[in-house]
């Protein structure tokens, strides 16, 4: 056998050392495959729309009722974080029902019911109305018709005690009447269904073992 061929099949050896060296540490190739194209690196989040909420997009259930990155939208992100099962939308629906069901005690002059949804302030202040109806031997008729429009207006939330205050716009409908002692009609129209207007303040410690909010501010 010549020099030459010796050396030949010696290179032909080294080639497919070194074919099958390369495919142990980079894979095997098949099919077309398009040629490098030079520029910046894709963006990976482009091409995956389905994760951008996940990986940092608004949550909607803060933005559906707060301008996203206002002090509002951070501080109902905050309460999140401090009770990851918090739900702005369902915590409205809770203040709908609250609403109703305190305004009414309100109407009605019996607080029993609901005294655990009112902070101290609030609770002395609808008592010594209550009591000043008492007094001049007032009572009142009335019927909750319904929410006509409710709104978050304001969320604060704070870090050293872990206290959430939600603000929330009610427009309430109902009929509601004052009657005197002799059942005279001294305010109001049983009849007529008039509109109420108020801002209410939520409290709660988010991350506490109870889970009721409390009233503890009123306004128009």
């Known amino acids: 056998m010549s020099s030459?061929?010796?050396?030949l099949l010696v290179l032909a050896g080294i080639a497919v050392f070194l074919i099958l060296r390369l495919r142990s540490v980079l894979g095997t190739r098949e099919g077309f495959e398009k040629p490098p194209v030079s520029?910046?690196?894709p963006n990976r989040a482009s091409r995956r729309p389905e994760f951008d909420v996940i990986e940092g997009g608004p949550?909607?259930?803060i933005t559906d009722h707060v301008e996203d990155g206002s002090t509002s939208a951070k501080a109902l992100a905050a309460m999140k974080m401090a009770e990851p099962g918090f739900q702005v939308g369902v915590f409205l629906e809770g203040s709908?029902?609250?609403?109703?069901?305190?305004?009414m005690a309100f109407e009605s002059g019996d607080l029993s019911e609901v005294r655990d949804f009112l902070s101290d302030d609030v609770a002395e202040s609808f008592q010594s109305v209550i009591d000043l109806r008492a007094e001049q031997n007032l009572t009142v008729e009335a019927n909750f018709v319904g929410v006509r429009e409710i709104a978050l207006k304001e969320a604060e939330f704070d870090r050293a005690t872990s206290e959430g205050e939600v603000t929330v716009r009610f427009v309430g409908e109902l009929t509601s009447a004052v009657k005197n002692a002799e059942g005279e009609i001294v305010e109001g129209n049983p009849n007529?269904?008039?509109?109420?207007?108020?801002?209410?303040?939520?409290?709660r410690k988010m991350g506490s073992?109870?889970?009721?909010?409390?009233?503890?501010?009123?306004?128009e």
């Open 96 to 103: 709908r029902a609250a609403y109703e069901m305190i305004l």
């Open 4 to 7: 030459s061929l010796i050396q």
């Open 192 to 203: 007529e269904i008039k509109r109420q207007r108020d801002v209410w303040t939520f409290a």
């Open 39 to 41: 520029g910046p690196a």
């Open 59 to 61: 949550d909607h259930d």
């Open 209 to 219: 073992d109870n889970p009721n909010w409390q009233l503890v501010a009123t306004g």
